[in-house]
Every structure is written in C-alpha cells, then in structure tokens.
C-alpha cells in the first residue's frame, strides 16, 4: 500500500482522533501496577538497539509483573532472542509497508515509550497501539501533539548520550532510580558455538586478534580502508604474531574481503594474516567473536557498541559524529577515543558525497596503531 502519500490526510486524522479521545491519563498510576502492558520502540540499527537496553531494564526494575512487548527491527531478533527485560520481541522495520500489519497486532497497551525510531511511523503506531501514556525525547517533531509530554521542548542536543537520552524517556513513564547504565546482551550458545567453530576453523582459536570493523550506517563514519590496511601492516611489525579478523555485515563482505586480500599479500605467502568474517557468520555469533579480540578498531558503529557491552576494548574514530552523544558511555579507562573535526560546513553527514570522507581521514594511521598498541600493553601488564 503506498501510504506515504497520504500523510497529510493521516495527521488530519489523528489531530481530529486526538481531540475527541476524552480516556483518562491519571499520571498516578505511572510506576504502580495499573500499568499491566507496556509497549516499547526501538526499531532501528544494532547500535541505537544496544543504547536502549538500559531503558529497558529499567522499566522491567519498575513494572515486574507488566507484559513488555519491544518492537524490534527484525535483523535484530536473532541476536536479542531471550533478552530478560521484555516477554516480546515484535518485528518491526519502522517503514510504511509494515506500518499497518503493526497497528493491528499491536493493541491494549497501557504505556508506550518511544526509546529510538523514525518518524512519521513511531509516534502514530504508539498512539494507535491504544497506549494512553506516550512518551518521546526529543519531543520537537509534528506529532508530539500525541505525546504525553508535548512540553517542555527537548531537541537532540539537549538530552546527552544516547543512553541517557532513552533513560530520560523512562523516567517520564515513572522508572524509578538509580538507573545502570550498562548495555546488555542476552547469551546465545548457539552464537557462542558458530563462532568458536569458526574460529577453529581458520585456526584462531589462541592467536592474539585484532578486530577491524571498516563499514558503517553511512559513509560519513567511515575510516577509508587503505587506513585499516596500512594501520595492520605497522601493527604487524612490531607484533608478527597479531591476527586480524574484519567484521561486517554481508553487504560490507566486498569491502572487508579487499582489506584481508591486502594484508594477506603483505606476508608474501608465508601465513595469512586476515580473515572476513562479514557474511560467514550471523549476527548472534558476533558477541562471542569480540569478546575472542584484544580490541576493535572501528567508527561510530553497531558493533563499537556491542564490544562495549561485553567489555572488549575499542579504539573508537569519529569525526562526523559526537562521541560524547555516541561513543562509549562508561568504562572509559578501558577504550580509547580519537575524535578529530568537521571539514565541511555545512556537515552533509548522511548525505555525504565523499566515496571516503575527508573529515576521517584526518585521523592517520600512526594515531590509531599507537592506540592499539597502547591497549595491547595494557593487556599485557594486567597479566603480569
């Protein structure tokens, strides 16, 4: 159904729904348990997912005995199967063409949250899902005349880090403190055993490894791959014996196959060096991968954020984006942080024209290896 189109229409509707929708919205029972079904959105990308975990703890700490239902971009659900803070996981990929299946599945909430989506989809589906409280940060878009907390304005840049900014939302809906800001993600033994099976397989299953993650959600926070490749080579002459292991998404294998073929030339056929693991392996088995590596060199990413959940250390580049809105939030002793400016002005960010960004590239490949190196030495002092 092509039902963008009719936007217009669409909110005429809902303006005319919500004015006549007299249902009472008591804030008393926020926190207690008439609040039986709670509905939470966070259907974007695996990094925005991660950052909502803490929210989600949070409401089951508060609401124990409420049915949690999480809408969920569906790339997702293998990965977050069996989380502990929510009965449901909903496939939800916060476009139109699912927007309608969606509204007639999910009905008889008592309290929605909107933790990270896409408007106009996630405000409507949280209104149309029956929940009479409603609440978002950042509340500045067309239809927050729907919110439960339409005022005071909040824009991004008011609300910190993104794991603070879906704890802001909570506590709106009555989650009691204090709150742990820790990521979490759920166990997978089946993950565990892929990646343990295919760490066998290429024979890494006790060689010291270096992660590198050269894809991203947008170009913009790409560091350019010749980077990646040459920052290998420098790491591999004062420690030979280091492995690498480049991860992405099977759409990102080209790119990671490129990096591997480069480094693996470089050992003039003696041993190989790198391996992809984009494509051969799902996402679930992505935790234990990590946690296998001594660091993960990457932009602002999904796994960034995931290595972080499971406390493997990350050399994290940003330019385009803020690390103090989304980069490690905690553990910060453990990660390193090389952040450098914005060239253009105005910033395009997701539409940026640039193949490889310059703005990244003006992180050198020195700075990275001596951050790696620098990790790598605390590693081997604790073992001492």
């Given amino acids: 159904m092509q039902f963008a189109p009719l936007k217009g229409l669409f909110y005429l509707w809902l303006k005319w729904q919500r004015n006549r929708d007299k249902r009472p919205r008591p804030l008393e029972e926020l926190g207690t348990p008439a609040i039986r079904r709670i509905l939470a959105i966070s259907c974007t990308a695996l990094g925005d997912s991660l950052l909502s975990t803490p929210a989600l703890r949070a409401l089951r700490l508060t609401y124990p005995e409420a049915h949690i239902t999480w809408a969920i971009h569906p790339s997702l659900l293998g990965l977050f199967e069996g989380f502990p803070d929510v009965n449901e996981l909903f496939p939800y990929n916060n ?15 008592d309290l929605a949250v909107i933790l990270h989506g896409n408007e106009p989809q996630a405000t409507p589906l949280a209104y149309l899902s029956g929940a009479r409280h409603i609440f978002k940060l950042p509340n500045t878009n067309s239809w927050s005349f729907l919110l439960s907390n339409p005022t005071p304005k909040y824009r991004w840049e008011d609300l ?10 909570v506590r709106l809906a009555g989650a009691k403190e204090p709150f742990d800001r820790r990521m979490v993600v759920p166990p997978h033994q089946d993950g565990e055993q892929l990646a343990e099976e295919w760490l066998k397989k290429v024979g890494l299953l006790s060689a010291p490894i270096i992660a ?20 290998a080579l420098q790491l591999l002459q004062s420690r030979p014996d280091l492995r690498f292991i480049v991860t992405g998404s099977p759409k990102e294998r080209p790119l990671c196959e490129e990096i591997t073929a ?15 693991s984009a494509g051969e392996l799902p996402l679930h088995a992505l935790p234990t991968l990590l946690k296998k590596a001594k660091v ?37 002793d453990r990660h390193l942080i090389i952040r450098k400016w914005r060239t253009c002005n ?24 001596s951050a790696v190196s620098q990790i790598l030495e605390r590693s081997a002092c604790k073992k001492e």
């Fill in 212 to 231: 590198l993650q050269p894809g991203a959600s947008t170009t913009s926070r790409r560091w350019p791959k010749a980077r990646f490749i040459e920052a």
């Fill in 95 to 109: 476009k139109w063409a699912q927007f309608l299946t969606a509204v007639r599945r999910l009905k008889g909430y």
């Fill in 346 to 369: 105005p910033c395009l960010s997701k539409r940026c024209t640039y193949p490889e960004p310059i703005c990244m590239a003006n992180i050198t490949v020195d700075e990275v290896v």
């Fill in 296 to 332: 993960l060199v990457t932009g602002d990413t999904g796994p960034m954020h995931l290595a972080v959940a499971i406390g493997t250390p990350v050399v994290a580049l940003f330019a385009v984006s803020d690390p103090s809105r989304s980069g490690p939030a905690y553990d910060l």
């Fill in 262 to 276: 480069t480094i693996n030339e470089s050992s003039l056929g003696n041993s190989r060096l790198a391996w992809a």
């Fill in 160 to 169: 910190g880090h993104g794991i603070d900014q879906r704890l802001a939302v």
